[in-house]
């Protein structure tokens, strides 16, 4: 499904390959669809994985600019931070489990692209010095239960000094009932309030459901505890999203 939404986000955005229409002559607009498992349903243009550094969030700047060494892009999506960080000449892979993605990251031009999960990565050998989790890649911690297996299969592919910049979201600002009484009914269920459950639909496309953690940083801090990483560094400047920096501890 995710390939499929990029391939045809990417033939919008340059005109190259068949757009997505519905009966007239312009391209119809490609719109993700996130279903939560409460029933609430949002949609964004799924044109923003492409975005060039132009559209970027300032966060992002900051989070390309400390990357150093052997670069992983965990979920790189369209490509988008891989094509700035290889510019910049650093060695970067991307990494995604869906083909369809990477097929459009190799068409922009990436040139070191790896599919599959972190897990399975770590049985090619390759080492790093930076791994990426931007775009809110945060989330692919899911929760308590996964935390400590990502932490571990990103520990075996570290070099010495390596270090982790996630970008994620504190969602306990919000006053609305919507999702404050949300994540009332995951502590409940003994899930982190900000553990959502997912699907995507695009078009008649749609995935399994899966969990994706929105978390404080107070909270990411409970998760690495005991983990080969430490939270180094929280830069919340721009608040409620901030940049969270691991670094191999010891």
């Known amino acids: 499904m995710f390939g499929e939404m990029l391939r045809d986000a990417y033939a919008v955005h340059t ?5 997505p229409l519905a009966g007239g002559r312009l391209p119809r607009p490609v719109i993700e669809i996130i279903e939560r498992d409460d029933g609430l349903v949002n949609g964004a243009p799924a044109a923003h994985y492409l975005d060039g550094p132009e559209h970027w969030q300032p966060y992002d700047h900051r989070a390309v600019d ?11 999506g369209g490509g988008r931070i891989a094509l700035a960080l290889q510019e910049r000449g650093v060695p970067v892979t991307g990494l995604d489990t869906s083909l369809g993605a990477l097929r459009v990251c190799r068409h922009r031009g990436v040139r070191d692209l790896v599919p599959g ?4 990565h770590v049985a090619d050998g390759r080492r790093y010095d930076t791994f ?7 989330g692919l911690i899911e929760g308590r239960e996964r935390a400590p297996v990502l932490l571990a299969a990103l520990a075996a592919m570290a070099r010495p000094g390596a270090q982790v910049i996630a970008h994620g979201t504190d969602p306990y600002g919000t006053t609305d009932p919507l999702h404050t ?15 959502l459950r997912l699907r995507l639909r695009y078009r008649e496309l749609g995935t399994d459901w899966f969990d994706y953690l929105v ?36």
Do not use: M
């Open 132 to 138: 990426l989790l931007l775009g809110n890649n945060l």
């Open 66 to 76: 400390r990357a150093r060494g052997a670069t992983l892009d965990i979920g790189t």
């Open 215 to 250: 978390c404080s940083a107070t909270e990411l801090a409970e998760l690495v505890h005991g983990s080969p990483w430490e939270l180094a560094d929280v830069d919340d400047r721009d608040a409620p999203y901030y940049l969270a920096t691991l670094r191999l501890a010891g």
């Open 15 to 19: 005109g190259i390959g068949p757009r």
């Open 181 to 195: 009484g949300y994540h009332e009914r995951n502590r409940r269920r003994g899930r982190l309030g900000g553990q």
């Open 117 to 120: 999960t972190v897990d399975a």
